[in-house]
């Protein structure tokens, strides 16, 4: 190895006694303690950012990965030590995974910069633990891989394929309506998540694993492999691999990788894929990290002008392993090329072009459509600006009802959570299909700390009459599982002092996604007078709570904390 790539190994970020040379010799001694020969020591560190826990179903595949990986480090004559970081289980955490996602950014952050690795591979699947990931390792700059999960498997019940978790939310809306019995919607629960990995559609772990593809940190064609194949834990050796090939040429660096350029790629695919709209949030964090601001207004143009390829659910037919065995995100990314930044540099050492100079072999014509045949004409997302929403909301157009599209609407309001699961089903409530559903105080600064909440349940009186979808809108989150005409994200928030928080039961509100309008009718002079007297909620007096409730940023920004972002 020469000078210049000489690695440091255990002797990186050595401890602060005053004395260094001393430091080297004590960690040398105690890790000695831990069976390490003297030889093994001397070797480069590739480190393994894991995030197991008893509370994270998405990550049951994890030591396996670990071993994997390890493999392919020794295999290049490295040492690979694993070391825990904070673990977000989407579904075990209160009030929302979202709130602890940039305290794991914080925790891989400052690992990988406190601990002697010189290079890292991240292990993560759940929906905020890659953003969480991505964020710490652009923010700590040593050369870093993404490895996810993995989605699980749908399998058949009954004639049909089951998978986590548009399906869910179909049986769910059913049972709500009456159409399943008690027996039913138990049987199938334990029918719908049967398999290590995460979420088996297009929801927003697999929508974060194709997007960390498209920005090159993860190695091609790795974001659709399904947890429990074997291509998985190759995909993990191949990571420990060449890991210890960028750990020998100091790079290329997360901020080399994630560039302007490289943003725009991986926003054209989560448009291209008909992906969670929770994307644009983690999307806009880690371009955050580097410095690069992601534009609502960007994102409509390249809305306009990019068409939805995969026919996968919540939007089209599909589970995630159908896009695996149809030919991966390669196949979407080579449609895409003439649309594509491919001078943009990934961890493999090579540009997206220099990936993309072979078509791929076969492609499965029903799961990814050529770009000349798109699935649908335009992009999957579109941000909507106006009086309701100055700085913007989001809509997932591809999974709404287009007949929903250029509508007003009467206002009914819900001031927080708590109101809506108290009110939503009364048989009193006085709604109509042609009503908006309005939610606040739901937002980033709220209480809530920004759950997936925006998908409204449709009332019980009218889901019961047929109604499957209607227009509603929050300063919520919804789960990239999800699907109808929902409109989300809305900013600045309630809890901010946004126009959301001022909107009463009976205003007029339209909306128009040809125009990528959303407007509150009711004149500034009533708002101004809503307005006084105002007073934004009450923030904790102590701990991680404080620090969040104080330094999160709205939607637009990637709800990240004010003091991570780079300048």
């Given at each position: 190895?020469?000078?210049?790539?000489?690695?440091?190994?255990?002797?990186?970020?050595?401890?602060n006694y005053g004395d260094p040379g001393f430091a080297a010799y004590l960690r040398r001694s105690f890790a000695r303690s831990m069976g390490y020969s003297v030889d093994t020591l001397d070797r480069p560190?590739?480190?393994?950012?894991?995030?197991?826990?008893?509370?994270?179903?998405?990550?049951?595949?994890?030591?396996?990965?670990?071993?994997?990986?390890?493999?392919?480090?020794?295999?290049?004559?490295?040492?690979?030590?694993?070391?825990?970081?904070?673990?977000?289980?989407?579904?075990?955490?209160?009030?929302?995974?979202?709130?602890?996602?940039?305290?794991?950014?914080?925790?891989?952050?400052?690992?990988?910069?406190?601990?002697?690795?010189?290079?890292?591979?991240?292990?993560?699947?759940?929906?905020?633990?890659?953003?969480?990931?991505?964020?710490?390792?652009?923010?700590?700059?040593?050369?870093?891989?993404?490895?996810?999960?993995?989605?699980?498997?749908?399998?058949?019940?009954?004639?049909?394929?089951?998978?986590?978790?548009?399906?869910?939310?179909?049986?769910?809306?059913?049972?709500?309506?009456?159409?399943?019995?008690?027996?039913?919607?138990?049987?199938?629960?334990?029918?719908?998540?049967?398999?290590?990995?995460?979420?088996?559609?297009?929801?927003?772990?697999?929508?974060?694993?194709?997007?960390?593809?498209?920005?090159?940190?993860?190695?091609?064609?790795?974001?659709?492999?399904?947890?429990?194949?074997?291509?998985?834990?190759?995909?993990?050796?191949?990571?420990?691999?060449?890991?210890?090939?960028?750990?020998v040429d100091r790079g290329p660096l997360p901020r080399s990788v994630i560039t302007r350029d490289s943003v725009e790629n991986a926003l054209r695919v989560l448009l291209a894929i008909s992906g969670s709209?929770?994307?644009?949030?983690?999307?806009?964090?880690?371009?955050?990290?580097?410095?690069?601001?992601?534009?609502?207004?960007?994102?409509?143009?390249?809305?306009?002008?990019?068409?939805?390829?995969?026919?996968?659910?919540?939007?089209?037919?599909?589970?995630?392993?159908?896009?695996?065995?149809?030919?991966?995100?390669?196949?979407?990314?080579?449609?895409?090329?003439?649309?594509?930044?491919?001078?943009?540099?990934?961890?493999?050492?090579?540009?997206?072009?220099?990936?993309?100079?072979?078509?791929?072999?076969?492609?499965?014509?029903?799961?990814?459509?050529?770009?000349?045949?798109?699935?649908?004409?335009?992009?999957?997302?579109?941000?909507?600006?106006?009086?309701?929403?100055?700085?913007?909301?989001?809509?997932?157009?591809?999974?709404?009802?287009?007949?929903?599209?250029?509508?007003?609407?009467?206002?009914?309001?819900?001031?927080?959570?708590?109101?809506?699961?108290?009110?939503?089903?009364?048989?009193?409530?006085?709604?109509?299909?042609?009503?908006?559903?309005?939610?606040?105080?739901?937002?980033?600064?709220?209480?809530?700390?920004?759950?997936?909440?925006?998908?409204?349940?449709?009332?019980?009186?009218?889901?019961?009459?047929?109604?499957?979808?209607?227009?509603?809108?929050?300063?919520?989150?919804?789960?990239?599982?999800?699907?109808?005409?929902?409109?989300?994200?809305?900013?600045?928030?309630?809890?901010?002092?946004?126009?959301?928080?001022?909107?009463?039961?009976?205003?007029?509100?339209?909306?128009?996604?040809?125009?990528?309008?959303?407007?509150?009718?009711?004149?500034?002079?009533?708002?101004?007078?809503?307005?006084?007297?105002?007073?934004?909620?009450?923030?904790?007096?102590?701990?991680?709570?404080?620090?969040?409730?104080?330094?999160?940023?709205?939607?637009?920004?990637?709800?990240?904390?004010?003091?991570?972002?780079?300048?």
């Open positions: 190895m020469s000078k210049k790539n000489k690695t440091l190994g255990i002797e990186g970020n050595l401890t560190i590739i480190g393994i950012a894991t995030s197991p826990s008893g509370f994270n179903n998405c990550h049951r595949s994890m030591p396996e990965l670990v071993e994997a990986v390890k493999r392919g480090v020794l295999k290049r004559g490295g040492l690979p030590i694993d070391f825990p970081t904070t673990s977000l289980g989407e579904v075990f955490l209160s009030p929302t995974s979202m709130k602890f996602r940039n305290l794991m950014a914080m925790d891989v952050e400052e690992m990988i910069r406190a601990q002697p690795m010189d290079a890292c591979v991240l292990i993560g699947g759940c929906d905020k633990t890659v953003p969480a990931q991505l964020m710490g390792a652009a923010s700590a700059n040593v050369p870093s891989i993404q490895l996810v999960t993995g989605p699980m498997l749908a399998l058949p019940f009954q004639g049909e394929r089951l998978g986590a978790c548009t399906d869910c939310r179909r049986f769910w809306g059913r049972y709500r309506a009456g159409e399943i019995s008690d027996a039913q919607i138990d049987e199938i629960e334990g029918k719908l998540a049967t398999t290590a990995g995460s979420c088996a559609v297009m929801g927003t772990a697999s929508t974060m694993a194709s997007i960390t593809e498209a920005l090159g940190m993860g190695l091609p064609n790795s974001a659709a492999i399904p947890a429990v194949h074997a291509d998985r834990l190759r995909l993990a050796e191949a990571c420990g691999e060449r890991a210890m090939e960028m750990a709209t929770n994307a644009v949030i983690h999307l806009a964090a880690v371009a955050g990290r580097c410095g690069i601001e992601l534009s609502l207004e960007e994102l409509n143009r390249l809305s306009d002008e990019t068409p939805v390829l995969v026919n996968l659910k919540p939007t089209g037919e599909h589970y995630m392993q159908d896009l695996f065995a149809a030919g991966g995100l390669q196949a979407v990314l080579w449609e895409l090329r003439e649309q594509l930044n491919l001078d943009c540099m990934t961890v493999t050492g090579e540009t997206l072009g220099e990936r993309l100079k072979v078509a791929p072999t076969w492609v499965d014509r029903d799961v990814v459509r050529p770009f000349s045949d798109p699935y649908q004409k335009e992009g999957g997302l579109v941000a909507l600006f106006g009086s309701l929403a100055p700085t913007g909301a989001i809509l997932k157009r591809a999974a709404a009802d287009p007949n929903l599209f250029e509508k007003e609407g009467r206002a009914v309001v819900f001031n927080s959570l708590e109101d809506l699961s108290e009110r939503i089903d009364s048989p009193d409530l006085d709604v109509t299909a042609d009503d908006f559903l309005v939610l606040k105080n739901a937002g980033p600064k709220s209480e809530s700390c920004m759950p997936e909440a925006g998908y409204l349940p449709i009332p019980k009186k009218l889901a019961s009459a047929g109604v499957k979808d209607m227009v509603r809108i929050s300063d919520a989150r919804m789960s990239g599982t999800a699907f109808g005409t929902v409109v989300l994200h809305v900013s600045p928030d309630a809890a901010s002092g946004g126009n959301l928080a001022f909107v009463e039961n009976g205003d007029r509100i339209r909306i128009s996604v040809k125009n990528k309008v959303l407007e509150l009718l009711v004149e500034p002079s009533e708002l101004q007078r809503r307005r006084s007297g105002w007073q934004p909620p009450v923030i904790p007096e102590r701990g991680y709570s404080k620090l969040y409730r104080e330094t999160v940023t709205q939607a637009p920004d990637g709800c990240d904390f004010d003091f991570l972002k780079a300048k």
